[in-house]
């Protein structure tokens, strides 16, 4: 095989890995990492970056470790922790016993940080936070010399070791890199290494009060682990020659750091600052709402880690920031439901059908079809009897042009079974329709007639004594602007949520075949859309989430581009 042709067809990432490989670069290792921040749960952007770190990592026998950036007390939780571990894990992916904590290295990163004291390229900085911003300058403008930059190397390594040791308030000093106030990079104008903060850490308790800044911090937890190839989002890009500077001064492994675009959603926010209001105020029902683009929230709402990988396989990495269209991730869902997904019979809005010239205690189990996109899952028996429901939009009683479905006088067909006929519409006091009375063609068993006519529409349906009761939610994007972000003045993201995102239809009947579903269950109820069943369902109260509608908007973009 031609290598030059087939590392062109790989993304930009994988083609410097690639040529790492061939040069001998790691000597032959290919190491990357996922480091998740423990203040909060995972979404569909951080499965771009699982699938991308991960993925390479597999592809080239190299490894992936799992690695928590727990480096701020105050933002981060247990909880936290348990859920991400559980997310990775679902999306197929395995860092075997490699999992690590960065707080495990705050030792070896105060000892790094004495070591850039002792070469003079660290100082102990008694500017407050303001301070700091205003001697930094802007990006037109140099920043000033701190008074405090020229300390000797005996006063920084005295003033740090009781920093650590607890004896100044919070914000009362830094430490600081001492690199060029008027570097045209903010980011190398002395940057802060450490700042004191008396707070307890998840892992470390009040072991320390001082804590590392992301920057200090983040290379020496890759340089740690011998990673190989440091990936991260593109705002990183101006980080990188500090990253550079903190590991060429250590002198330590040093990993190649590579930035990409991070994933944005249409009708969705990514941060894990706005999930969070939505959470804490109540907007959703905790991170794993159906709603929320996390990894928790979709494995409720039905969506398989299979159709995620795919998703995240198609939008590939680049460059450029963008935002996707969240009909493509709905797009991947669909098509591997459809693969998968046992066909079943449920109606969410019942309307009665009494079959007149059925026999009331006569039952018969009908044979209906598993999954017509997969043979081997066979068939099951469904039971038909005098009394059924039927969807009520699936009847009018003056019908439009272009409704072909059931209305008085009209013969549809019920899949799997009969051909029936509308004869009478009953009503409440309110004029609403309450049943309908029809007859069936015995002769049509199965669905077909056999003198050839032909019907316009062939309904779904349960058997009303044998149907069971559930309630299903329905669910539309969690914001109605494409851009949750565009807002009017003085209004916030919270202003576009779509109060309508959310319905619950709690008398729904299902067909018995239904009885035992367990959690997690998924299904398509015909007609209806793809199902999946709540965490929350018991034997005694059935709940399912609508994972997706049958309808593709995505399909028809790519039909009407393909046509082009
Ligand atoms: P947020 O801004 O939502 O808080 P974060 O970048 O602070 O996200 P981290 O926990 O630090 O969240 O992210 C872990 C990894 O996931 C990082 O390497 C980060 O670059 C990556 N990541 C986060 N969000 C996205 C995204 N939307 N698309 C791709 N990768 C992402
Ligand atoms: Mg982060």
Aim: charged content about 30%; glycine content about 6%.
């Amino acid at each position: 095989m031609d290598t030059s042709d087939s590392t062109a067809k790989l993304d930009f990432i994988r083609q410097i890995v690639a040529e790492d490989l061939k040069t001998n670069k790691w000597g032959g290792r290919v190491h990357t990492r996922f480091p998740p921040e423990p203040n909060g749960f995972l979404h569909i952007g951080h499965a771009k970056a699982i699938c991308l770190n991960f993925g390479i990592a597999a592809e080239n026998n190299g490894l992936c470790n799992l690695r928590f950036d727990d480096t701020n007390p105050i933002k981060e939780e247990a909880e936290y922790i348990d859920a991400i571990i559980e997310d990775v894990r679902w999306l197929g992916f395995d860092w075997q016993d490699r999992l690590y904590y960065a707080s495990d290295y705050f030792e070896q990163m105060y000892q790094y940080a004495v070591q850039l004291i002792k070469k003079g390229n660290a100082y102990v900085c008694d500017l407050n936070a303001e301070q700091i911003r205003e001697y930094r300058g802007t990006l037109t403008t140099p920043g000033k010399n701190s008074p405090y930059r020229n300390r000797s190397v005996e006063e920084n390594l005295d003033l740090f070791e009781r920093m650590r040791a607890g004896e100044f308030p919070d914000g009362s000093r830094t430490l600081r890199a001492k690199i060029d106030m008027a570097s045209p990079n903010l980011n190398m104008r002395d940057p802060v290494m450490y700042r004191i903060l008396h707070a307890t850490h998840h892992r470390t308790d009040d072991k320390w009060c001082i804590y590392p800044t992301y920057d200090w911090a983040h290379g020496l937890e890759d340089s740690i682990e011998k990673i190989t190839h440091s990936i991260c989002t593109l705002e990183f890009e101006n980080h990188r020659p500090l990253y550079d500077w903190f590991l060429d001064q250590l002198g330590v492994h040093h990993p190649q750091q590579i930035e990409f675009a991070r994933l944005n959603l249409s009708y969705t926010v990514m941060s894990k600052r706005k999930l969070q209001q939505l959470v804490q105020e109540a907007k959703v029902n905790g991170w794993d709402d159906p709603r929320m683009p996390t990894i928790s929230g979709m494995r409720r709402r039905g969506y398989s880690p299979e159709s995620i990988r795919e998703f995240c396989r198609r939008i590939g990495v680049n460059k450029f920031n963008s935002t996707v269209d969240i009909a493509l991730l709905e797009h991947c869902v669909r098509q591997d439901l459809n693969k998968r997904s046992p066909r079943v019979m449920a109606v969410l809005r019942p309307l009665k059908v009494i079959i007149d010239n059925y026999r009331k205690e006569k039952v018969e189990e009908l044979e209906a079809v598993n999954n017509p996109e997969d043979p081997s899952a066979g068939t099951r028996k469904v039971p038909f009897s005098q009394e059924l429901y039927i969807e009520r939009d699936d009847f009018m009683e003056e019908p439009p042009k272009k409704f072909y479905r059931l209305a008085p006088g009209r013969e549809v067909r019920l899949r799997y079974a009969y051909f029936i006929t509308c004869n009478n519409v009953i009503k409440n006091a309110d004029g609403q329709v309450i049943e309908l009375h029809c007859t069936y063609d015995p002769a049509t068993r199965g669905g077909d007639a056999p003198d050839g006519r032909k019907v316009k529409a062939t309904l779904h349906w349960v058997s009303a004594h044998h149907a069971i009761e559930a309630e299903v939610r329905l669910y539309d994007h969690l914001f109605t602007k494409e851009n949750p972000d565009d807002v009017e003045q003085g209004n916030d993201f919270k202003s576009n949520l779509n109060p309508n995102s959310l319905e619950t239809l709690v008398s729904c009947r299902v067909e018995p075949s239904l009885a035992g579903a367990t959690p997690g269950s998924r299904y398509q109820f015909e007609r209806l859309g793809y199902f999946c069943t709540d965490p929350d369902s018991s034997a005694g109260k059935l709940i399912f989430n609508r994972t997706v509608t049958l309808r593709d908007p995505w399909a028809k973009i790519q039909k009407a581009q393909q046509n082009r």
